[in-house]
């Protein structure tokens, strides 16, 4: 399987959460894409990009168990994230109800909205070890009648949880609270059926697991929520006329969420074409089957280091999935990701969250038994207590 990827073959790579890594087909298949559009830029972009990506949108609907008209593309979660955070109306004195294990950079979208609209930032502290029906409830609990949106991610970034989305955004929608599931680790990771989950918004990312090039994610919009979310960046499909004009038509599509979100100006749209390629990929390789070696491989893993340091995992194996993160004594973290890489030449990311330092690994189809167990003895050496 590695050979099949571009990854620097003197790495043990357990970093695929990162950024993800595109297998070498599929990037070929990216660059056809390139290819096609720089022949006719005017005939490629111009009159059939919106038929070009609604056909893409399409294969991921069924892959997502979504209708194709509840998805639109965009460049990564982040962006997906803004979009949702900047287009809710809410005013002084709402509530956004979180928790502190959200990725930094969308705290800072919240942040910067409640500070615009006067709204507050709720954030809820999730236990460890974590419990899953322990921490709906403390969710819950911490609902007032000021509450518009829960916003919670479905995998956490720093400690790699699994959150269990589905049951908030059953008794968020029961309570005619708007849900935002900040799911950028989740497809290709986990089995995602967008219908199941229920949330109003969704945002994953295609880059990250599902091996895509970079620079592709999406935002899901329930249908009776779609009035509510508008582009971060205003174009064509905001004409009053769109409907008579052809040509903007031809460029934006026709439903609401296309003509909000899809053109955003000029920008190569290859990436969105290549998702099918890389959700074959995934097919014929049974990706299914890879998940699960991949995830018992990151559960040995983690129970080995436990075994190692004494500090117990901050999870059971069903609240996580490939990645995992390992908590390792305290030191600086940064020094010890260096040294990881510089030394022995693992790239791992070392997250820390609430006073404690984890070891995120992310065990992906390429990796092996053996480069783990490299990991385990890498950290042996570096904690090893000082001789006497
Ligand atoms: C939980 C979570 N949300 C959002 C993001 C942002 O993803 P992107 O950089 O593709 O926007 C990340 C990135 O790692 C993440 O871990």
């Known amino acids: 399987m590695r050979d099949q990827f571009l990854l620097d073959e003197s790495i043990v790579f357990l970093n695929h959460g990162s950024f993800g890594a595109c297998p070498r087909s599929v990037l070929a ?28 949108r399409s294969v991921l609907a069924e892959f997502l168990n979504a209708r194709t008209d509840d998805l639109v593309y965009l460049t990564n979660a982040t962006s997906g994230f803004n ?17 502190d294990m959200e990725y930094g950079a969308c705290d800072n979208a919240w942040r910067f909205v409640a500070e615009q609209r006067g709204a507050k930032l709720v954030s809820v502290t999730v236990a460890l070890p974590f419990d899953e029906e322990q921490f709906v409830e403390e969710l ?9 949106v829960i916003s919670i991610s479905h995998i956490t970034s720093s400690t790699a949880l699994i959150f269990p989305v589905t049951k908030v955004c059953r008794r ?11 799911g950028a680790h989740v497809p290709g990771h986990l089995e995602l059926d967008l219908e199941a989950v229920g949330a109003d918004f969704y945002v994953g990312n295609c880059h990250k697991w599902l091996c895509a090039p970079k620079g592709v994610a999406f935002l899901y919009v329930r249908e009776q929520s779609q009035p509510l979310v508008h582009a971060t960046v205003v174009s064509w499909g905001y004409s009053a006329s769109i409907t008579q004009h052809a040509d903007i038509a031809s460029i934006t599509g026709t439903t609401l969420l296309e003509r909000r979100l899809q053109w955003q100006g000029t920008r ?21 089957a890879q998940g699960a070696r991949c995830h018992e491989l990151a559960w040995e893993t983690g ?58 690994i992310s065990v992906f189809a390429y990796n092996t038994r053996a480069e783990l167990a490299a990991l385990c003895g890498a950290l042996a050496q570096i904690f090893a207590p000082a001789p006497a």
């Open 29 to 56: 298949v990216y660059q056809d894409w390139q290819r096609q559009l720089e022949r006719n830029p005017v005939e490629f972009l111009g009159r059939r990009s919106a038929s070009l990506l609604t056909q893409s």
């Open 83 to 99: 979009t949702v955070a900047r287009s809710l109306n809410l005013t002084a004195g709402d509530e956004i109800l979180s928790t």
């Open 140 to 148: 819950f609990r911490a609902v007032t009648t000021r509450t518009r």
């Open 172 to 182: 968020a929608r029961a309570m005619g609270i708007l849900t935002l599931v900040d």
């Open 268 to 288: 190569d749209i290859a990436a969105f074409l290549t998702v099918p390629a890389a959700i074959e990929f995934a097919r014929a390789r049974d990706w299914r």
């Open 303 to 360: 129970l080995q280091l436990a075994a190692q340091t004494g500090l117990a995992p901050i999870c059971v194996a069903r609240d996580c999935g490939q990645m995992l993160a390992i908590q390792v004594p305290e030191t600086d973290g940064a020094l010890l990701q260096r040294r990881l890489y510089d030394q022995f030449r693992i790239e791992v990311p070392v997250t820390r969250h609430a006073e404690r330092l984890f070891v995120r």
